[in-house]
């Protein structure tokens, strides 16, 4: 039985820092738009804060790899694809890659980052029978 880290999300700390840009940018439409009312620069920063600032919140909120006892299930914004764990062959890592899965026949499927740790909790996930 698998005894380690289960669930896989992004830090507390991203989310600070995509709730401080997501400020930022409405802070920046409301400043222009009071100066010179709806123009191309106000425009462009109120789209900035809902499409970039909270579609990056909910992706953060979102986002997620959780290791079950049989299969590994990643959870995106566009939907949740469960691998299982006699299909996955291994897993790569390098610093500034995102971790992808090696699966049995070949095929390899990039995962979304979520942390530094997660490559050796898999390696260690497949170990246990």
């Not at 425009?43 to 790899?65: D, K, M, N, Q, Y």
């Not at 959870?75 to 790569?92: H, P, Q």
């Amino acid at each position: 039985m698998y005894s380690g880290r289960r669930l896989f999300r992004m830090g507390p700390g991203m989310l600070l820092l995509f709730v401080g840009l997501t400020a930022l940018f409405a802070v920046g439409a409301w400043m222009t738009y009071r100066e010179r009312g709806w123009g191309w620069v106000s425009i462009t920063l109120a789209c900035a804060t809902v499409v970039l600032g909270f579609g990056s919140i909910l992706e953060t909120l979102i986002l997620r790899i959780e290791l079950t006892d049989d299969s590994m299930i990643v959870t995106e914004l566009t939907g949740r694809k469960r691998y299982s764990k006699a299909d996955i062959d291994g897993i790569e890592e390098a610093k500034g890659v995102s971790p992808t899965l090696l699966l049995k026949g070949g095929r390899w499927v990039k995962l979304p980052v979520v942390g530094s740790d997660l490559g050796n909790s898999v390696r260690a996930w497949l170990k246990q029978t």
